[in-house]
């Protein structure tokens, strides 16, 4: 059975550091890219944070997070990781790992598996 958990989320002072893991199990992810979607309240749609090829060669990123978070991966560890600093109110959201996408992309459909989810809190 294929998981994916997500691990390090919580509550943050403004201006402050997270550091995201999502470990799979199940399969190996190491061909495949991986990603980060947030949702910042219910019903309303998920929203790509960043992704990362299956080498870690090629990442994109959400306008909103370029140059404040960035995405990486053990493929040892079957993981990928999202370091989030310089923390904002509006990055509060439940933050979603996905994998198994073909391709690098922003696209939620791209991926064929999704962790839980962990939430972020940003308190101003």
């Known amino acids: 059975q294929v998981q994916l958990v997500e691990s390090g989320g919580g509550l943050v002072q403004a201006g402050g550091s997270l550091r995201l893991s999502c470990a799979a199990s199940g399969r190996t992810f190491s061909n495949t890219a991986m990603g980060w979607f947030r949702q910042a309240l219910l019903g309303k749609e998920r929203e790509f944070v960043a992704a990362i090829s299956w080498s870690g060669g090629t990442t994109y990123y959400a306008d909103s997070v370029k140059g404040r978070f960035t995405i990486s991966r053990d493929n040892t560890k079957n993981t990928v990781y999202l370091q989030m600093n310089s923390l904002k109110p509006e990055d509060t959201a439940d933050y979603y790992c996905?994998?198994?996408?073909?391709?690098?992309?922003?696209?939620?459909?791209?991926?064929?598996?999704w962790g839980q989810g962990t939430q972020v809190t940003v308190s101003s």
């Open positions: 996905a994998a198994g996408s073909t391709y690098v992309t922003r696209r939620p459909q791209g991926y064929d598996y």
